[in-house]
């Protein structure tokens, strides 16, 4: 299984009047991750999107743990959780600059067509995607193809 890293120096506007990161932030850090995640494997949502394809978010769950304060440096590991050729769900976890678990996560995606929001297969469309997916699963119990 691919699980890519990505560091992530918290900035003063990213915190709260405690000095811990806001709650929506580690949304943006999800992302953050699962765009470099899509890059180590080979791809970008801009060639999608120059398809006329999108990449949704229909689900998306964070379960804090352990505060990540102003001026530290979290770790972001993404991986991908799920995928059955239509949905891909993507795991998250986000960790203190000394090593502790701070959050757990996961979102949901399908593909649409930019134009009308239909849903499209990607193992049908993006055939390259669909592969490098399954690799990137490894093993795991999640694959469905």
Not at 57 to 72: F, S
Not at 85 to 93: K, L, N, P
Not at 106 to 119: A, G, L, R
Request: with cysteine.
């Amino acid at each position: 299984m691919i699980i890519n890293e990505t560091e992530v120096k918290v900035r003063y506007q990213e915190t709260d009047q405690m000095g811990v990161v806001y709650h929506a932030n580690y949304l943006v850090w999800f992302e953050i991750g699962r765009t470099h995640l899509i890059e180590e494997i080979g791809f970008n949502y801009a060639d999608m999107e120059k398809e006329g394809i999108v990449s949704p978010v229909v689900d998306i769950d964070a379960k804090y743990i352990k505060p990540v304060r102003y001026g530290q440096t979290a770790t972001v590991k993404t991986f991908i959780k799920e995928y059955d050729g239509f949905r891909v769900i993507y795991g998250y976890e986000i960790f203190t600059e000394d090593g502790n678990l701070a959050v757990t996560g996961s979102s949901s995606h399908v593909c649409v067509k930019k134009s009308n929001f239909k849903p499209i297969s990607i193992r049908k469309h993006f055939p390259d995607w669909h592969e490098a997916y399954l690799q990137a699963m490894g093993d795991s119990h999640g694959v469905r193809n």
